[in-house]
């Protein structure tokens, strides 16, 4: 399932020209959620319109958003499907909170060997 919905959401972020496309696989490290996409837009209504069409895009191939989180402002949006959630956001927001250097770091008592 998990495979399935990274694709459909791969295509539909690629589809609107979505920059620096990166999956993070946070298994081990959080009980939230197994992978974080992540994603910038050019542009507020740029990161609206990418979010929006990922939405869709899942609905449509069977998969239903548990939230969606910030699509008023478009600055930073985040769906949620559970085992993945999804982050889109403009360039200097995606610098600022650098989640995949945060999502990187061993926990405590785990070494990156």
């Known amino acids: 399932m998990t495979d399935k919905l990274i694709n459909v959401l791969h295509s539909?972020?690629?589809?609107l020209?979505?920059?620096d496309l990166t999956q993070v696989d946070v298994r081990g490290k959080s009980d939230v959620t197994?992978?974080?996409?992540?994603?910038?837009g050019t542009s507020n209504r740029h990161v609206k319109s990418l979010a929006s069409s990922a939405v869709e895009d899942a609905k449509q191939a069977g998969f239903q958003p548990l939230g969606v989180e910030g699509l008023e402002g478009g600055e930073w949006v985040l769906v949620d499907f559970g085992d993945?959630?999804?982050h889109v956001m403009k360039p200097d927001t995606r610098e600022f909170y650098d989640l995949e250097k945060l999502w990187s770091v061993e926990p405590a008592g785990r070494s990156a060997d």
């Not at 539909?12 to 589809?15: Q, T």
């Open 17 to 19: 020209k979505a920059k």
């Open 34 to 40: 197994d992978v974080l996409m992540i994603a910038s």
């Open 84 to 86: 993945i959630v999804l």
């Open 12 to 15: 539909a972020l690629d589809d």
